[in-house]
């Protein structure tokens, strides 16, 4: 299913990623050198799995700032969803002499280890998008994930104020989707204490899967006899679960679906009218931030934070970027003015 709706957009991105320094089979590339600043020091990326669409996205961007601002080598690797794959390629970039490690985990419990055998090489990481708990990261690049899920809240209970709901949930191994339960929960619960709005379904998605989103909303249907109001979905990935789902009941359309992260499909999908919503976050602007953060600590040089982040250890120095919410209305002043999606591409059917 997640193929059928993906294969246009997908296409697209690995022909992008090729075209730059992409990756596969959890093997490494490199990408650079360019632009100006220092004689050039090797940065590990890391990726948990890049069959996400968003992720080749801030590779390509990374992996481009990299090379316009500095004569840095940027090593890429991609550990195909498998945690423990994910260790073993982060040490061996360690052991490649990198002197800045960015790290997108597929697990944020699984790098604790890694992340101490990097402070004890001297090596500078820095959690990106999502962070790593129990250890000491010199940095957290991302966004207000607490925010992300308060706009994801704030927009279904502006056109579904009462009723039943369905929680389909981020990844139980990612610190961040508990984030956006948080900020989703700062809204609901005083509606639930209300009365006003029942919580009659909720899972947390192993992956981040279309596949699992789909079996869980099937469940939830099942569970209620189809009786769903609203549902409060994490991202957009899973969304494409859910509405399959609500399209074998025929009910796509009828009941509001949120998302996050702008994919291309889910932005088509909104277009048409069966997917109420999602939650931009500027990659360009998170991957540029952290890249720039990669180059400055590569050089001995601590960037500029906005906040900290306490990740059960310490409250890790942070970047943290503002999300937006997208709908129908707005989709043509974000995310296709940014040049994140066509206007053509938004309004194309052709990757479903």
Known sequence: MRKKWMTAGMAAMLALAAAGCGTSGGSGNSAGSGGSGGNGVKIGLSFGDLQLERWHHDEQ??????????????????ANGDSSTQVSQCENLISQGVKVLVIVPQDGTALTQVVNDANRSGVKVIAYDRMIVNAKPDLYVSFDN?????????????????????LIEGSPTDNNAYMFYQGQM???????????????????TPNWSTENALNEMEDALTKTHNQVDAVLDANDSTALGVIQALKQQHLAGKVPVTGQDADLANCQLIEQGLQTMTVYKPIKQEAE????????????????TTATTNNKTINVPSILLTPIAV??????????????????????TSSQ
């Open 61 to 78: 961007y990374f992996t481009d700032y990299v090379k316009a601002n500095s004569k840095d080598q940027v090593l890429v690797q991609d």
């Open 146 to 166: 607490v925010k992300v899920g308060e706009l994801q809240a704030q927009y279904l209970t502006k056109v579904a104020p009462k009723g039943k709901y369905v």
């Open 186 to 204: 700062n809204v609901l619960q005083p509606l639930i204490d209300k009365g006003d709005i029942q919580v009659v379904f909720k899972q947390f």
């Open 289 to 304: 931030a952290a890249a720039k953060a990669a180059i400055e600590l590569g050089n001995g040089q601590m960037p500029q």
């Open 327 to 348: 709908t129908k209305d707005n989709m043509m002043s974000t995310v296709v003015k940014d040049g994140f999606h066509t206007e053509a591409e938004v309004k194309s």
